[in-house]
């Protein structure tokens, strides 16, 4: 029906085109033969008006109502239920694993465009084909032809998969006793049996009308609808139990939760419920005196694996905890911040790890060492140990970022440790002390010291001897090593400490530029990007680099097997990197390599 009718306008009017109410003029408007003449002037326009409203309300009613419509769909569409193959895995599970080798929503494309890096899967069309041959292959090499992975593993792959395992499995191997508790569901073809995938099974019994049968040892196996059901007889019960009874994970509040922190579409999934782990570890020390924090009722960590097209990124989430209270006198813990090291590296850096707040850790520390009475003996060794430095205070208040490096040298590779302090002041004052401390240890030894300017920079190198007479020195075997000598070197520029180990590593950091830095590294960046550049701890690794300097080091034989082997499949990767962030609202760490 057309929705024009229900105007006050006759049927004639309506069949003839209509006048855009938006552009009516006064002059258009005709006052209808039988009104009264006062009325006429008003009664055309409000009927006209009031047509206009009703057409606008109605017309803007349907259009709210798509909108909501589409952003139903959307929601609903763009969701990812639960598979139902973690309806059989019970809701107290303590590990929980989820694999979905069907490549769930956006995860084949993915996939597919992250494979076509490496030689041999460049065509997407024959993806599913390529992904086959190779796991026939691994299953083929990892099982000496023992199992043909097209009649017995492909039928297996057909939808999602789950492992679960309670908290008495734990127990039962901690205490030496076979493994129970174990389940493994898998989603067929509808096509197999127990027989097909294990071989010749034995009937055992009929549990709520299904068929379960018999392995070997203590592994059974069964079937129920399109589900491959395989562990212990007792696990299969609570598996068919979960699933007929609507008790599976699924049902769990804490597993959802947990399951809704990873974002996006999932190859796998690893679920930790960690009351249960903790109670079973408090169990097993009773007596001895540990200490097992109370993590409390919704204790749990869940992780997350899926590929976006050039990056394999692996996500772990902890759930929220309460801020412990600080003991008196410790200082907050640092915020999360970028990097500020890797402007300061060579571009062509192997790898560094960095971590934001050292200082504030490490008086953390210290004062719940101050505060707990049974750790006085603890804390006044590391006093007196520290006592040379300054004190702990002096050791700790100055230190804000700490960080590690490994940076290519002339003759190998070298290690750098990268300090930075509050001020430049601070950092100065520091590198003083410990010169002035390795002069007086220097006395009387085989340790030489020397200053050397580079670039308006003092470098001071500490010529520690050869490596059998620091071992010897320390009661250490010397017959079998030889005499290489050590030498550490460190300089302060600004508020940084650097601290070298290798020819030319302090060197090489002191001419860093803005444009020959790690940060300005195209692999670096991208890495560093996905995986989070604002994070309390951050790992970068430079795998091209790696790749290119296993290969230098290897001999004749070994580099011709690495450059067939190896090198047309590792040529490929670009870089890693980790970050971390901890907060009231949960932990998140990310760890991403990608590809090139």
């Known amino acids: ?77 763009g969701a990812s239920p639960l598979p139902d193959a973690l309806k059989y895995v019970p809701a107290d599970s303590a590990v929980v694993v989820e694999l979905r080798p069907e490549l769930p929503g956006d995860q084949r494309q993915h996939v597919g465009n992250f494979l076509a890096h490496f030689p ?4 997407q069309s024959t993806l599913s084909d390529k992904i086959d041959e190779a796991l026939a292959r691994i299953i083929d090499d990892a099982t000496n032809g023992q199992i043909d992975y097209a009649t017995r593993v492909k039928p297996l792959l057909a939808g999602p998969m789950a492992i679960s395992v309670s908290a008495d499995a734990f127990g039962s191997m901690a205490s030496g006793n076979s493994p129970t ?12 049996s127990c027989d097909t995938v294990f071989g010749a099974t034995t009937a055992l019994e009929t549990y709520r009308e299904v068929e379960i049968r018999s392995v070997g040892a203590d592994l059974a196996c069964a079937v129920h609808d399109r589900y491959l059901l395989a562990g212990t007889a007792d696990s299969i019960h609570d598996g068919l139990d979960a699933r007929l ?45 540990a ?10 960590a869940m992780e ?8 394999i990124v692996l996500d772990a989430y902890g759930a929220p905890l309460e801020a412990a209270d600080l003991a008196s006198g410790a200082p907050t813990s640092a915020a999360a911040s970028e990097s500020r090291f890797a402007a300061h590296l060579p571009a062509g850096s192997l790898g560094f790890v960095e971590i934001h707040g050292v200082g504030a850790y490490l008086g953390q520390a210290l004062a719940a060492l101050r505060a707990d009475a049974t750790q006085a003996d603890v804390l006044t060794q590391i006093e007196d140990a520290l006592r040379v430095l300054g004190g702990t205070d002096n050791l700790t208040s100055w230190i804000e970022e700490v960080g590690a490096a490994a940076v290519p040298t002339s003759d190998g590779v070298g290690a750098a440790l990268l300090v930075r302090g509050v001020d430049a002041d601070a950092a100065a004052a520091r590198a003083a002390q410990i010169r002035n401390l390795l002069v007086l240890a220097s006395t009387g030894s085989d340790i030489t010291i020397r200053d050397t300017d580079h670039d308006g920079v003092t470098i001071t190198t500490v010529d520690l001897g050869d490596v059998s007479s620091l071992l010897g020195g320390l009661g250490m075997s010397t017959t079998d090593v030889a005499g290489p000598r050590v030498e550490i070197s460190f300089a302060v520029r600004d508020d940084l400490l650097i601290v070298g180990v290798g020819n030319g590593v ?15 590294a195209s692999t670096y960046g991208h890495a560093t990007d996905l995986a989070g550049a604002t994070s309390s701890v951050h790992v970068f690794v430079a795998l ?53």
């Open 291 to 300: 200490v097992i924090p109370d993590l409390g009722s919704d204790f749990w």
């Open 120 to 123: 041999g899967f460049e065509d």
């Open 506 to 520: 302090v060197e090489q950091i002191l001419d860093v530029e803005s444009g020959s830095s790690l940060a300005a």
């Open 181 to 192: 508790g174990y389940l493994a569901i898998a989603t067929t073809d509808g096509a197999v």
């Open 544 to 596: 091209d680099s790696i790749v290119e300097h296993v290969g230098a080091m290897l001999s004749p034989d070994e580099l011709a097997t690495f450059q067939g082997d190896l090198a047309p499949y590792l040529e490929h990767l670009a870089g890693a990197a980790v970050s971390s962030s901890m907060s009231n609202g949960g932990n998140h760490m990310r760890w991403v390599i990608t590809v090139k």
């Open 245 to 289: 009874d609507g008790a599976g994970i699924d049902t769990s509040a804490k597993y959802k939760a947990a399951r809704a922190a990873v974002e996006g579409d999932q190859l796998a999934t690893f679920y930790l419920d960690g009351t249960p782990l903790v109670d079973l570890m408090r169990d097993a020390t009773a007596g001895l005196g």
């Open 304 to 311: 997350g694996l899926r590929v976006i097209d050039d990056a």
């Open 1 to 77: 029906m057309d929705p024009r009718s229900s105007d006050p306008i006759d049927a004639t009017a309506a069949a003839e085109p209509r006048p855009d109410p938006r552009r009516v003029s006064q002059g258009d408007l005709e006052p209808a033969a039988d009104a009264a003449p006062g009325l006429a002037a008003v009664t055309a326009p409000t009927q006209m008006v009031g047509a206009s409203r009703v057409r606008w309300l109605v017309g803007g009613g349907l259009a709210v109502a798509a909108v909501a419509a589409l952003v139903l769909a959307a929601a609903l569409l």
